[in-house]
């Protein structure tokens, strides 16, 4: 072939290939603002938030965590920028990230492990990856490396995606601007306020399930003074009522408690209610400004009695 048509031969592979990587899209897996554009091969995970090969053996973890995470990453660099295991420098869709790389040992296999933390904003985005040392070849360094350039950020979940996750259903959100899972499918936050302003200084919510229940009823009041104590965020706490109650006609425990909150030491009263009946228990909890109580109480009320099992 002469080289005038070689050349023209390889403008048009080049051409051709180019949309079809272009197409490659994040895919986010559900209630995460992380996503990325998983190797062939990966699918999505059955027990965990990320991708798996068919054969679980190799597999992509991707979480969120707290917006200090990556900043501590950062300030590490800048105060030891040479000392020993430095994270490399990534540019992702989403920004500057940085990763690590070790051998290690999973069991008896020899696998590869690689930990990306990146910048979400108000968050941190965490992607762990786990290769054994027989899929080496094809989920090469350079390949996780690709693989974690085409991570990005996505501004919200979808609300419905949100909610979906969860083991019930929320037929009623008292005009709460902001939905936000904790974690996905154990935890719903609704919040007038945001994560960039703080949620302690106006009305939110948190709704979830506790692993367990009390085995008789005479454990149940115990048991929701126990879960009080629990509630993150709370300092100077102080329980002023804990009673049963009925909710939805089911056995249930009401617990308020006064205490203080956030970087602003915000007063708050807190309100905690346990919803009894199987082998979990319903757990509602809402927080608001002492002086906001009045309005936020009947809003928190009206969610409580719209949460529906998930038929």
């Not at 950020?153 to 909610?163: F, T």
């Amino acid at each position: 072939m002469k080289p005038i048509r070689l050349f023209t031969a390889a403008v048009l592979l080049v051409a051709a290939f180019r949309p079809a990587f272009a197409a490659a899209e994040a895919i986010y897996p559900p209630g995460l603002r992380v996503g990325l554009t998983p190797l062939v091969g990966l699918a999505r995970a059955k027990s965990f938030t990320g991708f798996e090969t068919e054969d679980q053996s190799v597999k992509v973890l991707i979480t969120e965590l707290p917006v200090a995470a990556y900043s501590e990453v950062v300030n590490a660099l800048k105060t030891n920028p040479n000392g020993a295991g430095k994270p490399q420098a990534v540019e992702t869709e989403a920004g500057p990230a940085y990763y690590t790389t070790e051998t290690a040992k999973d069991g008896a296999t020899t696998v590869r492990r690689y930990s990306m933390i990146l910048s979400g904003g108000t968050f941190s985005g965490y992607v762990a990856v786990q290769v054994p040392e027989s899929a080496a070849k094809i989920y090469s360094d350079d390949a996780v490396r690709q693989m974690f350039a085409s991570t990005s950020v996505r501004k919200e979940v979808p609300i419905d995606e949100q909610l979906s996750l969860m083991p019930f259903k929320v037929a009623e959100r008292s005009d709460f601007k902001n939905v936000r899972t904790l974690a996905p499918g154990a935890a719903l936050v609704l919040a007038d306020g945001d994560e960039a302003t703080g949620l302690e200084a106006a009305p939110f919510m948190i709704l979830g399930i506790i692993g367990a229940s009390p085995q008789e009823p005479d454990d149940r009041a115990r048991f929701a003074q126990q879960a009080a104590t629990t509630i993150p965020g709370l300092r100077e706490a102080r329980i002023t009522m804990s009673e049963p109650i009925r909710i939805d006609s089911q056995p249930g425990f009401e617990t308020r408690i006064n205490a203080t909150s956030g970087k602003d030491n915000t007063l708050v009263t807190v309100v905690q209610w346990l919803r009894f009946g199987g082998p979990n228990t319903l757990r509602v909890i809402g927080s608001a400004p002492r002086d906001q109580w009045e309005s936020a109480f009947p809003r928190f009320r009206a969610v409580r009695d719209g949460i529906e099992p998930r038929g």
